[in-house]
């Protein structure tokens, strides 16, 4: 069974510019979740997506946003880039059929954001 | 206080060593628990996924609940040089939401071959 996979791998930005990523989750995952991920505040919890629907928000401008299609793959966007949007986003995707199955997420390998 | 806290190490060990990586929470709501494994600039990759306090082996690596002390630990027998990476505890009430999982911030450990 594939994995999930997000793309671009790496992209190189300059600041006020805008950046979408992508990430498909593992067949039949039907939550797909968006971290942020730094050295200094470590995972970062951004937003999380079930049935095309947003579920949750973690605390982030308006600048994140994000959405997710029918067959589960999921965008998100980050527009007006500034310096400090440089990081490693990661896309995880859980089953999303029970409580318990939403703690067992599977992550992507990343995209990792430089804003220049 | 961070819901979960991790000591970000870093921890050097020779190779064949036995590892202990441990974490605390805060939250007695917690009920699943996890343990992930990052490479440089790789995603996580999930190693154990408990629910509850006790004990779970696979091959090398054990992970341990404790809930009366709010403790969880992971060690890994025989170290081996490739387990050198960045490992991440987890822990979640088990609500339908992926957002109220709480990371901790990691611990970088070294084997020494």
């Known amino acids: 069974k594939a994995g999930v996979t997000q793309t671009p791998r790496y992209l190189i930005k300059t600041r006020g510019q805008q950046v979408t990523l992508s990430c498909s989750p593992i067949?039949?995952?039907?939550?797909v979740s968006w971290y942020q991920q730094t050295p200094g505040q470590g995972l970062q919890f951004l937003f999380e997506y079930f049935s095309e629907t947003q579920r949750n928000k973690g605390n982030f401008p308006g600048r994140f946003s994000g959405r997710q299609f029918s067959n589960s793959r999921s965008e998100m966007n980050v527009s007006t880039l500034e310096l400090g949007d440089s990081a490693l986003y990661l896309c995880?995707?859980?089953?999303?059929?029970?409580?318990?199955?939403?703690?067992?997420?599977?992550f992507g390998p990343g995209t990792r954001l430089t804003v220049l | 206080q961070k819901e979960v806290e991790q000591d970000p190490g870093p921890l050097s060990v020779p190779e064949g060593a036995i590892v202990s990586l441990n974490c605390t929470y805060s939250?007695?709501?917690?009920?699943?628990f996890m343990w992930y494994r990052q490479y440089s600039r790789k995603g996580p990759e999930l190693l154990m996924y408990?629910?509850?306090?006790g004990n779970k082996e696979d091959g090398r690596f054990t992970a341990q609940v404790d809930k009366s002390s709010k403790y969880i630990s992971l060690f890994i027998r025989d170290s081996q040089p490739s387990d050198s990476a960045t490992y991440l505890c987890?822990?979640?009430?088990?609500?339908?939401?992926?957002?109220?999982?709480?990371f901790g911030s990691g611990t970088r450990l070294s084997i020494r071959p």
């Open positions: 408990t629910y509850s306090s």
């Open positions: 995880a995707s859980s089953l999303g059929t029970s409580g318990s199955s939403y703690n067992e997420q599977f």
């Open positions: 939250n007695s709501a917690f009920q699943y």
């Open positions: 067949s039949g995952h039907r939550s």
């Open positions: 987890a822990s979640g009430p088990g609500y339908s939401s992926a957002s109220k999982i709480i």
